[in-house]
């Protein structure tokens, strides 16, 4: 348990339940989603991320800060998170596997909206031909508190500003 | 001997609590044993119930094998990744499918038409819940029947020359992380199955339903208190010693055994003598070492049940408070052969950790562990009087701590060896071995446990050992001695079970698909021939109107379609643009087939 990190970031979670009753008003979600905005605004719930709340960038920004190839801690959290939640089906550094497609590519046309309500909701693709299930991750506090630097860095790997592999953190000499 | 051993059932059957079973209970026991040693038929997943995978059928030998050939296939239809092997029946072949999970009857005296085939609606919201691909590792049959572990976690009973179901059960909750990937074992009166899970934090179990009406006569599970376990403190021994009270439950961190992993999806062996069944348990949850201090108890185990009771007789825990997801799920095989010169009832593991163990099967004692891939670090050696590995500091995630990258750890998480089962030639003498020749960075971090949601709580890339391209190795294996005879390098992983054949000739699959024969004296390649797809299935033997065939299921996916259909990220320190990081995607696709070689 060492190096174990403080609970409740109320700034945080703040913005996640705006970003999430945003969603709610533009798309018909199911009740998953409303249990989890109630799940967020919750006290207690452990944080996965001991990231300040950053101002939010400009609108025209970049979702990511990469230099020369060096990520901030946002994106670094979001290679993190999702190599928790994402990797087991969409493959390393979102590459794809044998049975999920590769982030990279997906997000090359997939908005940021139609990414978050995936993550949130889920999708199926179930037929003759293809059994594809994204399960919906909207109650799964690991995923929904860092939705925003899982999808800064996976925009940042299919903008093609940053390899495959661990990132190394800007200003760290080391490679740790 | 057979009259005895039918006596010595029915003495089992009318002592035990259940007391309801009918006659027929006690002759699918013998019924099946016979049957399994029958080398015309494959009737139990791992070949016979000592998981040997051989054959000692003889047409196909080594002078003649460069003229195996096709001369069937079929398509299961479905495109996932295809574990796990068909069973042949007298003169029916019984194909397995990952979900849907499809089980075909193919009549083999009619050209393998289709005589019956079932697929069950599942939900298909358990299909994420599957860690890794949507694989099933094959049926088993018994008294008739054809029994299915489906993915959502239902095992049901098939009438195996019509296909209508018998029974029905459920397993355990695929909303809670459960699901069902692993072949039962039929047992005399009894199929037992496991479960998978050990990346949502399933609390482990091993289950034994009564195969006349799918009713529970025990279960076992791998975490939790002696009740739970079904451990008696005095009697179950570990390590020579009895495990005492709350052998378990010592090792955890309040009630985190409750979402503790343990998983047993792996294979289960049986020896009627001993009437013991053995299987091994799977990582504790989380990934992340630092998040649940102790042992983990009994995570990472080998047990030895009583086969009518499910009681403990011994356990053996390989990795205590794992630190890199090596599941102790692999096969054991049971072996009657020698060991530092002497006879032995052997019990012989080819762990995820990289260490092969051969314990004595009858009372548990470590008799060996050694690396059975030079590359292995994370441990120097394991202490044959403790049972306990001596682990590197360096390549420590729990002594690095959690946010911290542990560099360098060979195996990778997906061990030296997953669960591809390995075969044992009494020919030779020989284990031959399908691994993994893959390292990794893990660095593990905390993560909050939502029923139904990945528990994980790692990240890591992997890469072939340092200076070297190929990810894989087919081995023989002597554990007379404690090492490696021979090695055949692999582009990739080698991810399918092994068969051998008292002719002396291995076989084996390779990711990019290719079925292979090889000399099991030298390794030396005899045939090769490239399947429509990567072969992670299991390659069996049959013999019908006097020929002798091999089958395979190709189809990539699984654990390997993960990590090698991207291509491995090279480590930084000069590895080059070789060979083996090309994509898996550029050498093979998609789909599930079966194919069925001869000579003739």
Known sequence: MRRDRPTGHPQAEHRMVGKLSGLLATTALAAALTLAAASLAAPGIARADDAPADAKPPADAKPYVVQNGRVDHHVFNGYRRYGDNCLRCHGPDGAGSSYAPALVDSLKHMTKEQFEDTVINGRQDVNTANQNVMPAFGLNPDVVENLDEIYGYLKARSDGVLGRGRPKKIGDDDDN | ?600
């Open chain 2, 1 to 600: 001997m057979k009259p005895s051993k039918r006596l010595f059932a029915w003495a089992v059957l009318m002592s035990s609590a259940a007391g309801i079973l009918g006659a027929g209970a006690a002759f699918a026991n013998d019924q099946l044993e016979k049957m399994s040693q029958d080398p015309k038929q494959w009737v139990i997943p791992g070949g016979d119930y000592n998981s040997q995978r051989h054959t000692k059928l003889t047409q196909i030998t080594t002078e003649n094998a460069h003229k195996l050939h096709p001369v069937w296939t079929f398509s299961t239809g479905v495109l996932r990744g295809h574990e796990g092997g068909p069973l042949v029946v007298g003169d029916m072949m019984y194909v397995h499918t990952p979900f849907p999970n499809k089980v075909f009857a193919l009549d083999l005296n009619n050209e393998g038409r289709i005589v019956w085939a079932y697929e069950p609606k599942q939900d298909p919201n358990v299909i994420p819940v599957m860690c890794c691909d949507t694989v099933n590792r094959g049926v088993a049959y018994g008294e008739g029947m054809i029994f299915l572990h489906q993915a959502d976690t239902t095992l049901v009973a098939l009438d195996a020359k019509t296909g209508k179901v018998a029974w029905s059960v459920k397993d355990d909750d695929p909303a809670k992380g459960a699901t069902g990937t692993s072949a039962p074992l039929v047992v005399k009166d009894k199929v037992l199955v496991g479960v998978s899970g050990g990346e949502f934090g399933v609390q482990g179990h091993m289950t034994a339903y009564n195969i006349k009406d799918g009713s529970v006569a025990w279960r076992a599970y791998s975490e939790g208190p002696d009740d739970q376990l079904l451990f008696d403190p005095d009697k179950t021994m570990a390590m020579g010693k009895p495990v005492g009270k709350d052998s378990s439950l010592k090792t955890w961190e309040g009630d985190q055994w409750k979402i503790g992993g343990g998983a047993t999806w792996g294979w289960i062996s049986y020896d009627p003598k001993l009437n013991l069944v053995y299987y091994g348990s799977g990582n504790p949850s989380t990934w992340n070492p630092s998040q649940r201090p102790g042992d983990n108890k009994w995570s990472m185990t080998v047990f030895a049940r009583d086969a009518d009771t499910g009681m403990a007789k011994w356990v053996y825990q390989m990795t205590p408070h794992d630190e890199w997801d090596y599941d102790g799920i692999n096969e054991m095989i049971l072996a009657d052969t020698k060991v530092h010169g002497k006879e032995t009832k052997a019990l012989v593991h080819f762990d995820r950790n990289g260490f092969a163990y051969v314990l004595d099967r009858t009372n548990g004692a470590l008799l060996e562990a050694n690396k059975f891939d030079p590359a292995v670090n994370w441990a120097t050696k394991v202490d044959l009087s403790t049972g306990r590995p001596e682990v590197v500091a360096q390549y420590s995630t729990d002594h690095n701590g959690a946010d911290h990258n542990t560099k360098g750890v060979c195996p990778a998480a997906l061990g030296s060896k997953d669960e591809q089962p390995a075969s044992f030639s009494p020919q030779t003498g020989l284990f031959y071995v399908p691994t993994n020749h893959v390292c990794m960075d893990y660095e593990p971090y905390k993560v909050t446990y939502t029923a139904g949601q990945p528990y994980v709580g790692a990240t890591l890339s992997m890469f072939p050992p340092k200076g070297e391209s190929h990810l894989g190795n087919f081995i023989a294996y002597d554990v007379n001695e404690g090492k490696i005879v021979w090695s055949d390098h692999e582009t990739f992983s080698v991810w399918s079970g092994a068969l051998t054949t008292a002719t002396g000739v291995a076989f084996y699959g390779t990711l990019d698909g290719d079925l292979k024969a090889v000399d099991a004296k030298t390794g030396k390649l005899l045939y090769k021939f490239k399947t429509p797809s990567g072969i992670i299935g299991n390659v069996n033997a049959f013999e019908h109107n006097g020929k002798e065939y091999i089958a395979v299921l190709s189809g990539v996916g699984g654990w390997a379609g993960i990590g090698m259909a991207a291509g491995l990220t090279g480590d930084t320190d000069g590895l080059g643009a070789v060979g083996a990081y090309k994509s898996l995607s550029s050498y093979t696709q998609l789909g599930g087939v079966l194919t069925v070689f001869s000579v003739e």
